[in-house]
């Protein structure tokens, strides 16, 4: 971790006043502690110089930069989202999802009236409490510089379905990248995908990927059909279709039949031409079609087939 500096203080206002804008001669204020805080610049900006940043007159115990980071950042996040629902402004967020591994992307104002800093839930007091209509908690933002929330209050906010959203800082140049780290958080505990009524899990992305790729026996293009859950999912081959997705794969271009396979001894759903009807065997699929195809050596359509539950494999 870079090592973190007092680059936020308070002025005789008790407005907050970045190290890089603030003028000598006037008096500044720690955010944490209240004592008195000397501006550190040099205006030099070689290399190995130290960035612009306040110091203590005389060293407060139990006040560090860490703690002063997380509490400017905090406040400056809360001071910018109140900000924008006072103007009826979005806030626009992405993060990759912890249950589909998709990358989702929404508004963190949608549902959201209110915000408050260290809003008393009797078990924690979450960083930003993001109030609803019906001023009940529908969000929480914790800054995490050094702890992250503890078990049982993690435990609290998925009991009580509300969201956590998590920004990590390492650095207090984060400061001067309030924005960018708001829009993508370090992590939500929320999917946007639907869930199974079956087993109650998120369900993930589907797609079928159509793969031109030449038939091993009479050189003609035949088209390959293959699914994958979620984007950076495994390659399912027709033999692990549900009808539906056999029915959807044929609709798009691909012939899925039945065959009787020697190597096996068995019959299954395969991969066939439509020039000659041979079939594509299961143990050269990959070899000779997914892995050329996922290379851009062979051509190939990807489509959303809509979602699917992995739990219980259920559509």
Not at 126 to 138: G, S
Not at 252 to 257: D, I, P, Q, V, Y
Not at 276 to 289: I, K, P, T, V, W
Request: charged share 20%; proline share 4%.
């Amino acid at each position: 971790m870079t090592k973190i500096l007092y680059t936020v203080a308070k002025d005789k206002n008790g407005l907050l006043v970045k190290a890089v804008d603030a003028d000598k001669g006037l008096d500044f204020f720690c955010p944490v502690c209240g004592n008195d805080l000397l501006l550190r610049k040099s205006g030099n900006t070689a290399k190995n110089s130290k960035r612009p940043h306040f110091a203590h007159k005389t060293l407060t115990p139990n006040c560090t930069p860490e703690t002063a980071l997380h509490f400017s950042f905090k406040t400056l996040l809360a001071k910018k989202i109140n900000g924008h629902l006072e103007n009826s402004q979005p806030i626009d967020i992405s993060w990759k999802c912890d249950n589909c591994n998709e990358k989702h992307s929404g508004n963190l104002l949608k549902k959201i009236k209110a915000v408050k800093i260290e809003h008393n839930l009797k078990i924690c007091q979450p960083d930003i409490a993001l109030l609803d209509q019906n001023e009940n908690v529908f969000a929480v933002i914790e800054i995490v510089v050094t702890h992250k929330p503890e078990a049982e209050v993690l435990e609290y906010y998925k009991i009580n379905n509300i969201i956590l959203i998590q920004i990590n800082l390492k650095s207090d140049d984060d400061i001067f990248n309030l924005d960018s780290k708001a829009s993508n958080p370090d992590s939500i505990s929320v999917c946007i995908n639907p869930k199974c009524p079956t087993c109650n899990n998120y369900k993930q992305k589907s797609f079928l990927t159509i793969i031109d790729g030449p038939c091993w026996k009479c050189g003609n293009t035949m088209k390959i059909a293959t699914i994958q859950h979620g984007k950076i999912g495994k390659y399912l081959s027709p033999i692990e279709f549900t009808q539906d997705e056999i029915n959807i794969a044929n609709s798009k271009g691909a012939l899925l039949k039945e065959h009787y396979s020697k190597t096996v001894q068995n019959k299954y759903i395969a991969n066939t031409c439509s020039s000659c009807n041979s079939f594509a065997g299961e143990f050269f699929l990959f070899q000779d079609y997914y892995s050329p195809a996922g290379y851009g050596e062979l051509p190939s359509t990807v489509h959303d087939i809509g979602y699917v539950c992995e739990a219980c494999n259920k559509n």
